[in-house]
């Protein structure tokens, strides 16, 4: 394999947009158990975490939590299996349902969504950093903290997964993240009458408990767009899901944990939840080095979303370079978290929820039911072969895609489209306090499973075989 020497590190081959030969896979049920566990990591997750209290109980919440954990999760390893066995990326292993050039619409979707988060990791990592560094250093400097971690993340997308988990993750960076994670719920305990939390009864309102669950599935289906392009890695896929499934679950439950008791235990609310989090590190003997490494923890979450736009504009002009569109993304990542105040997260977690869960569903019916795990993945690249349907672009899968939208829209009402349309103003009270995301994805996975036995000619399946480097149509 060739191999890139750059900043003292060995750099594997870009493979772009490309299958990743069999021989090529390299990572284990432990690297993705670090990976996943890692991105779970995160003072994002501590923040939606607090959006379910008052609302909730704590006892309430945490239901909420392993529900929401447990399925979403789920979803997670699932669609990551796509990509271990075909060895391609998501947004190429979504030609098969919608389409070579119907693809290309979902790409745009995760492109915008991915340069959004990680521009928000980016705001948050530097408004925790401006409090360090003005506390300890004199100085704030929060547009010098949004360039340095704009440009570490980009350095890492540069990397690529493999190093990043194998030279990064799994030498030091997973193991401080668990110190300063225990260190912190070993604090919460220590400071704090954990009792009464527990005690505390909810307010009602929003969330009720099934919206609380569909808040927590957000956060692991934000990650679905990008899972293949890591688990394409994979030396075998069932470890591979295992790994990704226990790292995941295990860091987003945790992390979900401490945002809802840390919240009712500063007594503040979720806006300011960040800023009474650092403020109460700051003083404490090792609050500094928690916060430090709680940063570092983040840096790799705007990796993943830096990495996998690039991996996302690939799937539009597959002829670029993954490592020059990573440092084009890097760098608008830094413009728009300069210039665009990104603080309606939780009205975030409903777009992307509501764009990809329907998006999923047909994915997961195709991949499992109607292909029987069996891509061809040659023709994945061919623009007249089996996933060619009309013009690159299958009616069926859009169609699906649409209505499982809407359902999803009139089951969450998110307060992103209440404020600009009344067409869900007619939905059932009762569907409103479930949430869109159950909705969404059985009426998606469903409809395409009809429509595909219906309408789609599936043929047999051929062996899996790759195209020929460079060929895209």
Known sequence: MQIVEKLGARIPEDWGVQPVPPERRSLRAFDFAVLWG???VSLLVMVAGSLLVPGLSTREAVGAIVVGTLLGTLLLSLAGIAGSDTGVPTMVALRAPFGIRGSYLASGFNIVQLVGWAALEIIIMSQAAKALSNEYLGFAGYYFWLIIFGVLGTVMAVGGPVLVVR???QKFGVWIVVLASAWLTFHLFDAYD???????GGEGGFPNFF????????????WLPLVCDYSRFARRAGPAAVGTYVGYAIANTWFFMLGVFYVQ?????????ITALVEMLLPMA??????????FGESDEAFANIYSAGVSIQNLVPRVSQRALAVATGIVVIAVAISIDLVQYENFLFLIGGIFVPVFGVFLADYYVLRGRRYEVSDLYEITGTYGYTAGVSALAIAVWAIGFFLYACCAQPPWLLDNLDFVSWT???????????????????AYILGGYLLLDRGEPRPRTA???????
């Open 194 to 200: 954990m009792g009464e939390i527990w005690r505390r």
């Open 428 to 446: 059932p009270t009762w569907a409103t306090h479930i949430g869109g995301t159950i909705p969404g994805l059985v009426f998606s996975f469903t």
């Open 265 to 273: 235990a500063l007594q503040t609310d979720p806006g300011n939840f």
């Open 38 to 40: 890692d991105l779970a």
């Open 211 to 222: 919206q609380g669950v569909d808040l927590v599935i957000a956060l692991p289906i934000s």
């Open 286 to 295: 090792l609050g500094w080095l928690a916060l430090i490494v709680l940063l």
């Open 167 to 169: 030279q990064v993750l």
């Open 467 to 473: 195209p020929a480097a460079g060929v895209i149509e």
